[in-house]
């Protein structure tokens, strides 16, 4: 049984947990060769250990994605193992919530560095693999809370700034046969809206609950569902969706 994905490699960035995690899964599942890459060494381990138990193919290395030279090694090691590097997903994420006057440097430079820096980096290295082949699909991670969103000025402000960075992308690239599109999940369950939780002085199901009572499928989302948006974008068959943003939240955002 041929697989959706069979030939193509996938690198994904923050992929040992959550989002991510599904994502590579998700690629893994239709026939991509994937590699992910981490600065979380422990759940990297985890998730290489699972996914090779598994049976797949997947390559895991430890790396900083604001850091240039990492993310360059990282990406030449993959071309080199696999041939070929045709699907990027900037995924790596972190939140440092408060409100703004309690708002330090650090919270708004760490979270520009990583979502920011760290997806052009990532773009910058893969697209010169992209326009050698002329094909490739890279798909930016982005959220709900680009709309604006309580005690994340940080945050909003960065998955904002995704938003135009992917669809400059889009313009550029286009030629090449490269597409650039983003996901922009609402409330999904994971690690980091488990910390969102504990960061609100409130249990996971509370959080939960709050949230499912402001979606319109009544539901809060799951890793799966933003990893189904995601190979929407990277399948060859969407050459002609180019420089779009899909919001995954189980209803309408402005």
Not at 179 to 187: I, K, L, R, S, Y
Request: hydrophobic share 40%; glycine share 10%.
């Amino acid at each position: 049984m041929t697989g959706r994905f069979d030939n193509k490699v996938a690198f994904v960035t923050g992929g040992s947990r959550g989002i991510g995690k599904g994502i590579a899964q998700r690629f893994l599942e239709d026939g991509a060769k994937v590699a992910i890459i981490d600065v979380n060494e422990e759940a990297l381990s985890e998730t290489e250990s699972e996914l090779k138990e598994q049976g797949y193919e997947v390559h895991c290395k430890v790396a900083n994605v604001v850091e240039f030279e990492q993310i360059q090694n990282a990406m030449k090691e993959v071309y080199d193992k696999f041939g070929s590097l045709d699907i990027l997903v900037n995924n790596a994420g972190v939140i440092r919530d408060n409100m703004l006057f309690k708002m330090t440097d650090s919270d708004w430079d760490t979270v520009m560095d990583v979502h920011l820096k760290g997806s052009f980096n990532a773009a910058r290295a893969a697209q010169q693999y992209m326009v050698e082949n002329k094909y490739g699909r890279i798909i930016n991670i982005s959220s709900t809370s680009a709309l604006g969103n309580r005690g994340q000025a940080n945050y909003a402000t960065a998955k904002a700034g995704l938003q135009g960075f992917t669809k400059t992308l889009a313009i550029e690239l286009g030629k090449f046969g490269i597409t650039a599109n983003a996901v922009a999940p609402g409330f999904i369950e994971t690690e980091m809206t488990k910390e969102t939780a504990a960061r609100i002085g409130i249990s996971f199901e509370e959080l939960i609950q709050h949230s499912v009572a402001n979606i319109p499928v009544a539901r809060s989302g799951k890793p799966e569902d933003i990893a189904n948006a995601v190979a929407f974008y990277a399948d060859e068959k969407s050459s002609f969706v180019n420089g779009q943003v899909l919001y995954v939240a189980g209803g309408p955002k402005d």
